[in-house]
């Protein structure tokens, strides 16, 4: 059963990552024993308290819609497609598309640009000596909003070899 457990832990993960995507902003998070718990808040200030419990495998949904006064409650089932579901919910984007959020696209415009600068100057001076903890950094703030699998895809191989070649030499 813990193979079971872990499967769903990812699945949820993934979810996470999915709905951040989407533009919906999660303001708070806690994990209890085999229950986690999540608030949102989406399109027009809804918010959605969501529990997910492993031990019996179901989501617990409450949405606050400002405009009305009613809380609407539901109980669904800990599966991938009511997840998706309830992801469409929260904030209704095409398969496959994101909502990116300014910053994130200006850090990506200050990634391009530093790339671009470090490339130059190593093609002028043939070595440089410019950090690149910001670039790593940046990268890491937007590898954020990938999951595990889509992060695997676009490891670049070269840059995985050449860190750990330099890994292994200076642990030698």
């Not at 469409?88 to 598309?97: D, F, I, S, T, Y």
């Not at 850090?107 to 470090?118: D, N, T």
Request: proline share 3%.
């Amino acid at each position: 059963m813990a193979g079971s457990s872990e499967t769903l832990q990812t699945m949820v993960g993934n979810w996470l990552t999915d709905v951040r995507r989407r533009g919906v902003e999660l303001y708070a998070s806690n994990r209890g024993d085999a229950v986690e718990y999540f608030s949102f808040e989406g399109e027009n200030h809804v918010r959605f308290s969501i529990e997910i419990d492993y031990a019996i495998q179901d989501i617990s949904v409450q949405i606050h819609d400002p405009k009305t006064t009613a809380v609407e409650r539901e109980e669904l089932a800990l599966t991938a497609e009511n997840l998706r579901s309830l992801a469409r919910r929260m904030c209704p984007v095409k398969e496959g598309e994101a909502v990116i959020p300014v910053y994130l696209l200006a850090q990506l415009a200050i990634l391009c640009h530093a790339y671009e600068r470090l490339i130059h100057d190593y093609d002028q001076e043939h070595g440089f000596h410019t950090s690149t903890e910001t670039i790593a950094e940046i990268e890491a703030k937007l590898r954020e909003f990938l999951t595990p699998e889509e992060r695997k895809r676009t490891d670049n191989p070269l840059l995985m070899s050449r860190k750990k070649s330099r890994e292994s030499s200076s642990g030698a």
